[in-house]
């Protein structure tokens, strides 16, 4: 399985951009990037996937390097309620597997 | 709310017990999968289920079980527990030919 490698913490203010960084130096031709999010007390919820190109949905961003061996979730504006810890696995696509990801704090 | 149901929220056990945890995908889904989260380990794939039949296993120990029913609910069985089984147990669902998968409020185990 591809391992990642995420900040463990980072911190935003509300309205601002935040940009996620993950490393999957690892990862095979064929699978997709995924990004998952958890808000305490919760399970993990989809953000967003990818394979090569970048993409983007109503709730993020993703940037893949040209490589495919880094990533980047991008909330375009920050709110309190995407206080969470963010969650990347660049693995098979539905064997998920996610480290200690990285805790997004959001200053008001 | 992500659709998928599972139960109990929590339970309290002892060393040496069996305990099921069951999952009711979302209407629809016909995958099943289930996740093993813990503080050390993180998340960990444990098996994935399609329409009955057993797709994949990850990390999942010969002391668990898994199986789907022809209603797609699916049952974790963990039997002859150890205090390193404690964490939270997640199961996710996802539609056909998506990646996407849709968690669970998951369920909290404790053997003590």
Redesign the interface.
């Known amino acids: 399985d591809a391992k990642t490698t995420q900040p463990n913490s980072m911190e935003s203010n509300e309205e601002e951009p935040v940009h996620l960084p993950c490393n999957h130096s690892t990862i095979s031709g064929t699978d997709?990037i995924?990004w998952y999010r958890q808000l305490p007390?919760?399970?993990?919820?989809?953000v967003i996937?990818g394979l090569t190109s970048n993409v983007n949905n109503r709730m993020a961003s993703l940037a893949i390097a040209e490589d495919r061996k880094s990533s980047t979730l991008i909330l375009h504006r920050a709110t309190l309620r995407d206080a969470a810890v963010y969650?990347c696995d660049g693995g098979s696509?539905?064997?998920?597997?996610?480290?200690?990801?990285t805790l997004l704090t959001v200053n008001p | 709310d992500s659709g998928v149901t599972q139960t109990p929220k929590h339970l309290i056990t002892a060393t040496g017990q069996r305990v099921t945890l069951r999952c009711s995908p979302r209407s629809g889904d016909l995958s099943v999968y289930w996740y093993q989260q813990s503080l050390d380990q993180g998340l960990q794939f444990l098996i994935h289920y399609y329409n009955g039949e057993e797709r994949a296993k990850g990390n999942i120990l010969e002391r668990f079980s898994a199986q789907q029913f022809p209603d797609l609910h699916s049952e974790l069985n963990l039997s002859s527990l150890e205090l390193g089984d404690s964490a939270l147990y997640f199961c996710a669902s996802s539609a056909p030919n998506t990646d996407t998968q849709y968690f669970g409020p998951g369920t909290r185990l404790t053997v003590l």
Request: charged content about 15%; overall charge positive.
């Open positions: 997709y995924h007390s919760q399970g993990p919820e989809y996937h969650y696509n539905y064997k998920l597997t996610f480290g200690k990801g």
